[in-house]
Structure formats: structure tokens, C-alpha cells
Nanobody
Framework: VPLQASGGGLVQAGGSLRISCVAY????????MGWFRQAPGKEREFVSA????????HYTDSVKGRFTISRDNTKNTVHLQMNGLKPEDTAVYYC????????????????WGQGTLVTVSS
């Protein structure tokens, strides 16, 4: 399932941004959607994931209380609302789909979007 992320941009520290990802095509199986990010010179890391029905979510510790993930299956879309942004949140954010549970790791995701750049200035 092709994925396309959007909504990245430049924001000042403390500000907010919402990034979104659309999954094109259909699948008969429920799947988890998630967000990962990769900062310059660093490895890609997990940010957040949401179950098919939206009731189960998971966040990395550094974004808990600041980021909220949600999905709209009528539009095959997942959103990541990011509040209280910090310079260390600067990264390319990638959406992913196809994992079975919200705690699955990188290798369990079958499909990846192209990434959207989020830059937080201090």
C-alpha cells in the first residue's frame, strides 16, 4: 500500500504542527500505522503507532504528553499532532503501515512513505 506523508515544515520551539499520511489502495487485513523519525546523523527511531481501530496507541517516552496519534479509516489517513515541539524533534518523519501490534518494531512494518521534514528552531 503506497503511503504519502505531508504537513512538515518549520516551527519555533514550543509550537505545534500536524503531519498526516494517506495510505493509497486497500487491504483486507487490519494493520497498525505508525510514525518513525530520523534526525541527521542518527538512526531511524520509533515515534508512535496506532491500532486499526484507533483504541490502542503507543509512544516513545520522549514524546509522551506532547504528541497524539490518530487515524481515520474512512480516509485511510493517520495524523500525528505534535505540540510543545523541541529542537530535538527536528527530523524527517516517516509514516509506516503493516505491523500487527502497536509495539512492533521497525522490521515489522511492510510499507513506508517518503518522509516529511519537521524543523524546530530554538
Amino acid at each position: 500500500v503506497p503511503l504519502q506523508a505531508s504537513g512538515g515544515g518549520l516551527v519555533q520551539a514550543g509550537g505545534s504542527l500536524r503531519i498526516s499520511c494517506v495510505a493509497y489502495g486497500r487491504t483486507s487485513s487490519p494493520y497498525v500505522m505508525g510514525w518513525f523519525r530520523q534526525a541527521p546523523g542518527k538512526e531511524r527511531e520509533f515515534v508512535s503507532a496506532v491500532s486499526w481501530d484507533g483504541y490502542s496507541t503507543h509512544y516513545t517516552d520522549s514524546v509522551k504528553g506532547r504528541f497524539t496519534i490518530s487515524r481515520d479509516n474512512t480516509k485511510n489517513t493517520v495524523h500525528l499532532q505534535m505540540n510543545g515541539l523541541k529542537p530535538e524533534d527536528t527530523a524527517v518523519y516517516y509514516c509506516a503501515a503493516g505491523a500487527l501490534t502497536v509495539i512492533d518494531g521497525y522490521s515489522q512494518y511492510k510499507n513506508w512513505g517518503q518522509g516529511t521534514l519537521v524543523t524546530v528552531s530554538s
